[in-house]
């Protein structure tokens, strides 16, 4: 259905109406979010996903044990609005360190591990979530 919708996408205006927001940013360059019957946000999937909050958060994954040390590292980041401890599973951890006002938070952090040698076993940059940012827009709408 995916592939039908967005060949037929090509040279027509196709218009899904859906809460599946998976189904939009698998098959659709334009999402029109209403709420209330009104208008909240007119843009493509992933100028909606840089409205996120998490949209630039560096979500590190670590051995579960460095947790304290990681975390006071990293509270103090600059451009950075945070630390957080998403989870705690059978000995590995993962934080979030939030994005504030800095565009290479993900620079910095790096450079900040490195210098300390802690070993992580993963660094990922987040792209945000189309469904916070719904959550948020509509909400707020009310």
């Known amino acids: 259905m995916r592939r039908l919708i967005q060949a037929m996408g090509e040279d027509k205006a196709i218009i899904i109406s859906t809460h599946i927001l998976e189904e939009v940013d698998a098959v659709c360059t334009r999402a029109v979010i209403i709420a209330r019957g009104r208008i909240v946000a007119d ?15 560096v979500r590190i994954t670590a051995n579960a044990n460095l ?44 450079e900040r591990l490195r210098a300390t040698g802690l070993a992580i076993d993963e660094l990922i940059v987040e792209q945000g979530e189309l469904d916070d940012v719904f959550r948020h827009l509509t909400a707020s709408a009310h």
Do not use: C
Request: proline share 8%; charged share 25%; hydrophobic share 40%.
């Open 43 to 57: 843009a493509t999937p992933d100028e909606l996903r840089r409205r996120s909050p998490r949209h630039g958060a």
């Open 67 to 110: 947790v304290p040390k990681l975390e006071a590292l990293l509270k103090d980041v600059p451009g950075a609005a945070g630390v957080e401890t998403v989870s705690k599973l059978n000995g590995v951890a993962t934080l979030r360190v939030l994005p504030g006002d800095s565009t290479d938070l993900a620079v910095v952090v790096g």
